[in-house]
Each structure stands twice: as C-alpha cells, then as structure tokens.
C-alpha cells in the first residue's frame, strides 16, 4: 500500500498548476486524446532518462516529461514547446525523489530491505544502497494544455491500451543501451568466413608504417585483404572522410571477403569487415591471419620485455603529471565550468567539446541563437545537429548543472560525500550517439584519436551551418605547397584548405641526450637484474626544433616530373597562404616502431605561451622560378574498362531506389536524390551523396529527373546529359564518370570537347591520345569560368578565410596519457579568467601546474595587431 500511495502522486509529485481527476471522469478525459497514444513497437527509442533539448532528467526538480506518441523526453521548461509544435498533449511524468532516510531510536538508519519503490530503469550514478538516502520514483500521465494529473498505476480506471502503453514505456530499455561498453563487442556476428579462410602463400609483408592505397594512393582510411595482403583505401563517407572504395573494389574483382582496418589493431582486437556479408564482423582467429602477414597482433602495446602498460613506472609517472595528481585541487562551479561525464572511453570527445566551446564564435553561434534553434530544430530534434550542439553548449556553459555545495552542506560533505547526491557533470550520450552514427569509429566505445574527432566535429558543423554562419571558419586556413623537380628545377604551387598544423617530433634536437643515454643504460641494468626503474627521463625537444622541421622540404613519394615526363625526384615545402584566427597545432606523437609495437614520443616541449609564425607566411612564385609544364601522367587503363564506364549509363527507370532513400532520409529533396544516383550511374548512397554537394546550389537542383531520350547511339552523351552549351563545355556529369575512372580532368574536357561531348567516342579519343594535353591553357581557361564552384572551394573567399597576422596566445590543449590513442585518457586544460582550469571528465578544477610541455593538441587565439 505504501507503493502504491506514492505512486498515485501524494506527497512531492505535482507541479504548481497541475489538476488531479476524479477516477469517473479519467476514461471520459482520454477519450478525444486516445489517437494519439501509442504503445512502443520494437525498433522505437524511448527516452525516459533525458530531455531532448536539455540535461533534465527524473532526478530533475522538475522530473521529465514523456510524449505518449513520439517518446521524446522533456524538461519543465521545454515541454510547452513540443506540444505547441506538435499539438501532443499526453505525456508521462517521471520524477525521482530523494529523501533522508528515517532514523532508528539509537540514531542510525533503519536495517536495510529491498526498496520497491524502485521502477524506473535510470542510467544515474545515484547509490540506490546509500545508508543515508532512499528513493522513491512517481509516475503519472499529465493532459496539456490543462495539466491535468493521472496518477500511475491506474489499472481499474484507465482504458486497457493506455495501460499497456504505459507499462510499454517503463519497462523499456535506455536508447543508448547498445552503446554500453560490455555489450558493444557482443553484437557483431562471427564471419562464416574466419574459421576457413583462405590466405595465399604470396610471401607479402606489411610493414609497421607509411601505408598507402595500391591504387590511389590515398594514405588513410586503409584496409589489408587477409586473403592476399592487398591494402586499398575504403569507402568515402558522410563525414567526408575515407577513401575511394578500392577495397570494396578489390573485392569484387576476386572475392575475397575479409578486411581488416589498419591502424585499428590491438591486443583486444581490430575492427573486421566482411564485404559478403556487408556489415562489421568478428575473426576469431584474427591473431593466425595477421601472423600470416608478419603482423603479431597479441604484443602491439608490449615492450621489449613484455611487460604492459601498468607495469611500466614512467607510464605511471605521465598519468600522475598530466591530471596533476598529488595536488589538492579546487573544485571549480558555475557558468563554463561543467564537466562531463565518461561514457566509457569518451574522453576524448569531451576534451574536445571542452576546448570548442570556449571559443567566442561557437558561443555565439549555438548558445546565442539556442531561442531560435530551438524553436525552429525539426520533430525529432534527438536527431538534429545544430539542436545538439546548442543544447551540450548550453549545459557547458549555463552553469546550471554545476552548482556549488550551500554553506550548511559543506561540514557534512567533507564526512561523507560519496553518500551525498551531487551534480557530477553531464552526460553527453544523445549528442556522442548522434554525432558519431555512420563512422565505424566513433560509433564505438573504444578510445579515439582526439585530433580526428575535431575534424569531424568540424565536417559537420560545416555541412549543418546556421544560416551564413559557420563557426568553424576560425579554423580554417590556405596551405601552399610548392613542389620542385629536383632535376629540372622547376616548380609547381598548389593551394589547399586545412584546419589544424601539424608539428613533427625532432627528436634529434633533444638537448638533453647525455642525460637520455645515461638513463637508457640505466634501465636496461634494472631490468635485466629485476630491480626497480629509475625515474623517467623524459627528451627535452625545442619548439623551435620542431617548427623547424615542419618548414622543411620533404621527399615526394613517387614523383612523376611534367618537365621531364618521367619519374623524378621531387621535394615539398608547406607555407601559410593565410593564418586562421585560431591555430591548432597537433604534435605528432604517435608512429609504429619496426616490429608493429605503437610508439609514443614520451617527450617535452616547451610549447610557447605566445606564437608568431609570420615567418612562415607563403611568398608564391618568385622572380627568376619556371613553373613545371601542367601534363598529366600517362594512364595505364585495363581492357574493360571503356565496357564499365559504358555500364554507369542506366535507364531512368533502373534507378536504386533503396540508394535513393538512403539520401532522402537526410533530408534532400527526393527528385534531387534521384538525379544524384542516376548521373552517378547507380554507383550507391555514397557517391551519390557527392554529387548532390557539388550541385546543391543549382537552381535547378530539385527539379524532376527529364530525359529527352535514351541510347547508344552517337548522340548518346548529349541526350543523357543535356546538349552541350554555345561554349562547347562539357556538362559535369560525363566529366565527372570520366574522372571517376582515373582521368585526369583536363583530357575528360579535351576529349568531349572534341567528340560533342559523346561519351563512347570521348574514351576512343582517350585511348588514342593518352599523353596529349593540346589546347591545355584553354580548358584550364574554361575550367575558371564555368566551375566556379569547384574553384571556390579549393580557394575559399571573404568569410570562409579569416586571415590576419600569424601571432598568436595559447589559452587551451589536450593532452593524453597511454602509450596509443587506442587507449589511455584524455585531459583538457583551458585558460578561463586569467587561470587554468583542468577538465579531467566530470572534475573540473583550478589548476595548480598545468603540463604545457606534454601535449597533444594546442588551441591559440591570434593577438590583434
């Protein structure tokens, strides 16, 4: 009875202007709203335990409010705003509430018993066994506009499928569920594939370090085959990140199912891709079939003698440094001064989202206009970026879930305050499982790369842009890059956008290396005769060191010299054509040693706390410098290869449709979605998804798909794609599968220009003038004047580079512990009132010595001159 008492809303439950029901008239209240109450089907996502525009949860002075139709979670500030959006006016409160427990004649708490007040399923940190504190969870349905209360369980009163929807909902797992660590690895499947894989006995080796593409030699996003040690670049993702889908390629060509991802590999395994079975697998013998490629898997984060991280003292040492452990630290409160939580190996987006949000323009742009995000974010706004990001702004920087201790808790927190309930940060699991779904890794709950999920976060704040406003311009600069034949001498100077420099480790600056040698001997001896490490030496680098090898030329792989039409060796040299408003610098830190063990550079830098690189401003061609010829290598083509790009022409009515939906799921206009696949020639969702990039802002981007006429005639390319222009200037959809296939753009021009842009006869031109570049100024000529929007996203204009002078000030950096970004921590300082602050997960406090010298990523502003 006493249950069911509090859960019929007696004492704590309703709001101010709530309404309770008499039990006759419950049924006839419900009765006009019975429509729209649905019970959760499988493959809905319940949200009971946060809201969606805000960190309110049960525990929330105000509880959470469940809409009975969508299932979206809400705050008591941002319910109102869903049921005037949607016109839903059933929801389910859920409230939690928390009370001394009552005491017993000598004065300790009563004996503990199992607590049935108990029913909701909450992802809290609350200890539900605390000695001092009892819980008690309130449901009820609440009627808007009026707030009329219904108090739960109700089961005489309340027609039959309003108690099986409520049921429904409480008995409901978390969303998030499937993104617990201990569960993550249990639902990839076996591959039917790994216990009998075949491997060809081709004597390939893959060695430790400097990957790259079989094909294309694209350098990242790579995959070894185990069947024959091939490693090609994979698919290109949403996020603009990945690669050319050489090995889906390769894969079909042969057949041979099984990929695994490089740079993913680890004692506790790697990420496995059946291309059979299309989705992530698990090899139980991934160790034998790496083996068999020279990769020994089991001993990648080993040492020289065999002992593990924890093992290791200097290890230790770097843990203790960086979180400044050892020294009493006060606890920092109020407005940007809120941690979050760790959802298991999320430390690195939180040190990430820590740094973002204390920049000006991502304040102003997300929390600034969080009234019209709001307001204006789609029906489900769990699944809205610019939504997200405003809310994980807001609780940053609110500082309304980070409130100090009132004076009369303070004696009996310093008692015992892990029994009393405290704001302990936010969770950030909408906003992580939103921003990482479709990347294979971020999708995880393994440790990451801090350095890739920023330009993540930075791919999508560029594609979900406010308005004219863009945030993440502050970081984006013009890279030039002037490449010399070092035979000929001449030069090429090519310009490219980046939003991070990234600084190599001159090791062999180190100033200290008596004293490195002097402690290698040293622990060498103490090793072998099983005595205890001496303290850590640590190789004291100059930053000037450092900037010194990034101005320096580079050896071009693979140089192939337009003046010399051969293969030649070739040098590179990175300038700054213009200098962001905000650097960040990523010291690389991380290689593989030759015997596949990562390799961290336990080093430290004295990173300035004031920057000028004006020096390293880009001066463009000089006086007396011949550019090299603008030719392209020869192509070497296979047979087949006029016959398949024939094949990417389709009849309209073969189009993908499951491609199609793909694309219409977010959030492109369906007809634009089917012109994407068919000029794309049914190539999927991905490639596709590049082209509606390209031609989203044509007038005519949502028109209907209309063909004049179809074949194979000689005027097939033009009836395809539309007639060529007065100006003879091929439509960018033939160019674009020419391209595709490896061409370089200006023979695609030149041969369509020459052919009435018929694709047939334009690969017959191809072939028989593999070398020529006749009229090549003139198509470059043509290129500037019809593809401006190519040109202007290689070199941005006005808002998108914000240049200036190259001085800057530090106010942030990210540092890491561990021997991998695979694994280990992450730990965000940041400069706040004139004092750093460490935000270490949940904990953020003044910081007392804060190790400049050991990060990873550095955050400057620029100094106005």
């Known amino acids: 009875m006493q249950r069911r008492g509090a859960l019929f809303g007696m004492p704590g439950g309703s709001g101010s202007g709530s309404r309770k029901m008499a039990a006759g ?54 319910v109102e705003r869903h049921f005037r959006k949607t016109g839903q006016s059933v929801y389910m409160h859920l409230k939690r509430h928390v009370r001394e427990k ?24 609350d200890d539900l066994n605390s000695d001092d504190y009892e819980y008690e969870d309130e449901a009820k349905l609440v009627i808007f ?13 309340l027609p039959a499928l309003v108690t099986i929807a409520c049921d429904a909902v409480l008995s409901s797992k978390s969303p998030y569920r499937k993104q617990d660590p201990d569960t993550w690895e249990n639902e990839l499947p076996v591959s039917k594939y790994a216990n009998n894989l075949t491997q060809l006995d081709n004597g390939v080796r893959i060695p430790p370090s400097g990957w790259k593409c079989a094909r294309c030699d694209l350098r990242e996003n790579l995959w070894l085959n185990l069947t024959d040690g091939s490693v090609l670049c994979g698919k290109w993702f949403f996020d603009s990140s990945g690669g ?88 920092m409160y109020g407005p940007g001064y809120t941690g979050l939580k760790n959802l298991g190996n999320s430390c690195y987006l939180s040190s990430v989202m820590q740094a973002i949000f204390s920049i000006p323009e991502f304040q102003r742009a997300y929390v600034g206009n969080l009234p019209r995000i709001f307001d204006y974010s789609p029906l489900d706004p769990t699944q809205d970026f610019n939504t997200q990001m405003t809310k994980l702004g807001h609780g940053l920087l609110s500082g309304q879930y980070s409130k100090p201790p009132v004076k009369s808790e303070l004696i009996e927190q310093v008692m015992k305050e892990e029994h009393k309930p405290q704001q302990n940060g936010i969770s950030p699991r909408m906003f992580k499982a939103f921003v990482s779904k479709s990347h294979p890794e971020f999708s995880s709950n393994r440790q990451q790369d801090a350095q890739e999920f920023f330009l993540h976060l930075v791919n999508l704040v560029e594609r979900n842009r406010i308005g004219s406003e863009n945030p993440s311009d502050v970081f984006r600069f013009l890279v030039e890059e002037r490449i010399q034949c070092c035979q000929t001498r001449k030069v090429r100077y090519m310009e490219r956008v980046d939003y991070l ?90 290689t593989f040693g030759l015997d596949w063990v990562p390799k961290k550079f336990d080093v430290s830098i004295d990173m300035p706390d004031l920057l000028d690189i004006n020096h390293l401003r880009a001066r463009g061609l000089q006086p007396g ?35 199609v939906m793909q694309l219409a799921e977010m959030g492109f206009p369906l007809e634009a979605c089917r012109k994407a696949v068919y000029f794309t020639g049914n190539m999927g969702a991905e490639v596709a998804f590049n082209w509606i990039i390209v031609h989203m802002e044509e007038p005519d981007f949502a028109e209907p798909l209309t063909m004049p006429g179809y074949g194979r005639a000689a005027s097939a390319g033009a009836s395809v794609f539309g007639a060529t222009g007065l100006d003879n200037q091929p439509p960018e959809e033939i160019v674009a599968i020419i391209t595709s296939m490896g061409f370089h753009r200006n023979q695609a021009v030149q041969a369509l220009r020459a052919t009435n842009s018929n694709l047939e006869r334009a690969l017959d031109w191809i072939f028989s003038h593999p070398e020529s ?48 970004t695979m694994s280990g921590h992450y730990v965000c300082h940041i400069k706040k009132e004139g004092r750093w602050v460490i935000y270490n997960d949940h904990k953020v406090c003044a910081s007392e ?12 502003r620029r100094i106005p001159s």
């Open 849 to 860: 010595r804060p190790p400049k010298d050991l990060g990873y990523m550095y955050f400057y």
């Open 145 to 157: 506009p009026d707030h009329y209360e219904i108090a739960l369980p109700n089961i005489e009163e």
């Open 501 to 590: 420099m990234q600084l190599p480790v001159a090791m062999e600056a180190a100033t200290n290396k008596d004293e490195l040698i002097a402690y290698e001997l040293t622990r060498r001896e103490a090793e072998a005769n099983r005595r205890p490490l001496p303290e850590l030496v640590r190789a004291k680098i100059p930053f000037s060191a450092c900037l010194q090898a990034f101005s320096e030329p580079e050896n071009v792989d693979d140089f192939w010299s337009s003046a010399l039409q051969a293969k030649s060796a070739g040098v590179k040299t990175s300038r700054f054509a213009s200098f962001p408003e905000y650097l960040v610098v990523q010291i690389k830190k991380f």
């Open 25 to 78: 008239d419950i049924g006839e209240l419900l009765v006009p709203h019975m429509p729209t109450i649905r019970v959760p089907r499988s493959g809905d996502r319940v949200y009971k335990n946060e809201c969606a525009f805000s960190y309110d949860s049960p525990n929330s002075e105000g509880g959470l409010y469940v809409c009975m139709n969508t299932f979206l979670a809400f705050g008591r500030e941002h």
């Open 625 to 659: 410098e011949e550019e090299l010829p603008d030719i392209s290598p020869p192509i070497v083509i296979p047979d087949d290869s006029k016959d398949r790009l024939m094949n990417q022409l389709i009849d309209p009515s073969e189009i993908d449709e499951s491609s």
């Open 244 to 331: 050319n889908g050489h090995a889906l390629e390769h894969y079909r060509d042969l057949g041979y199912p099984l990929a695994v991802k490089l740079g993913t590999i680890t004692p506790d395994g790697a990420d496995v891709y059946s291309f059979q079975e299309e989705e992530p697998v698990l090899d139980p013998h991934l160790a034998k079939h790496l083996a068999h490629f020279g990769i020994d898997m089991l001993h990648m984060h080993g040492t020289e003698n065999g002992l593990q991280d924890n093992d290791i003292k200097p290890r230790v040492s770097e843990w203790e440094v960086i979180q400044e452990t050892g020294t009493k630290l006060k606890p």
């Open 773 to 820: 570049e006749e009229d090549s100024d003139f198509v470059i000529e043509m290129e500037n004047n019809a593809n401006a929007n190519i040109i202007s996203e290689a070199k941005p204009e006005g808002p998108r580079v914000k240049d200036g002078s190259g001085t800057y000030e530090l106010f942030a950096f990210i540092s890491h512990m561990g021997t991998s």
């Open 102 to 125: 009552v005491r017993g004649a000598s004065g300790g708490a009563l004996p503990k018993r199992r607590n049935s007040k108990i029913f909701l399923d909450l992802d809290t940190d």
